[in-house]
């Protein structure tokens, strides 16, 4: 093919001549069926609808900023008492719901209060937010082990929990150093 769609054509006498495709009687132009398709599709497009206005809408938990129709907003805005909330928090606020037995408010509360003390803490010193979180997870498993009387504690050796009464590393330690003795 020649530059601007035109065809090489040779004649008998080796000689090029250059000629427009659509005026050659022996030529023709074909459309592919995808290609018929996709032009009715657009076709198809331009009869729909405009699309009304998208605006920016901030997460009122989390802060991130997603682009929605007003209507969809307006949904987001009815299900959670008028507070926007992004789809990530959204899905938050559902499991927090499923855990509390159904109360929406309370878990939409529950989820803003720690998305703030995130937003507050953690993004601006990582490391002491991880150093809480760990010390909150301490908390909760001394309050779990102190409910476990001695009763229980006898119940667990008796259903064969391990209890540990002293600790193996001064055995580790001179088996170690009795390796280093012999080399």
């Known amino acids: 093919m020649a530059p601007h769609g035109e065809a090489i054509v040779r004649n008998s006498s080796n000689t090029v001549n250059l ?3 659509t005026k050659s009687t022996n030529l023709q132009r074909t459309i592919s069926d995808i290609s018929f398709e996709l032009s009715k599709e657009a076709a198809d497009l331009q009869s729909l609808p ?3 206005e998208i605006e920016d809408a901030k997460c009122e938990c989390c802060g991130m900023t997603e682009e929605c129709t007003p209507g969809y907003v307006g949904q987001v805005r009815d299900k959670f ?3 926007w909330i992004c789809g990530l928090c959204s899905e938050a606020v559902k499991e927090e719901t499923d855990k ?3 109360n929406r408010e309370e878990a939409l509360n529950s989820h803003m ?3 703030v003390r995130f937003n507050k803490y953690g993004r601006a010193y990582p490391i002491l937010y991880q150093a809480e979180a760990m010390r909150e997870i301490l908390k909760k498993r001394q309050v779990r082990s102190k409910s476990m009387g001695a009763r229980d504690n006898a119940a667990a050796t008796k259903k064969g929990g ?3 009464s002293s600790s193996c590393i001064p055995a580790i330690t001179r088996d170690m150093s009795d390796l280093t003795m012999e080399n």
Do not use: D, T, V
């Open 100 to 102: 509390n037995g159904g």
């Open 113 to 115: 209060h720690a998305c």
């Open 81 to 83: 008492s008028g507070k």
């Open 19 to 21: 000629c427009n495709p």
């Open 50 to 52: 405009p699309i009304s």
């Open 162 to 164: 391990i209890l540990r």
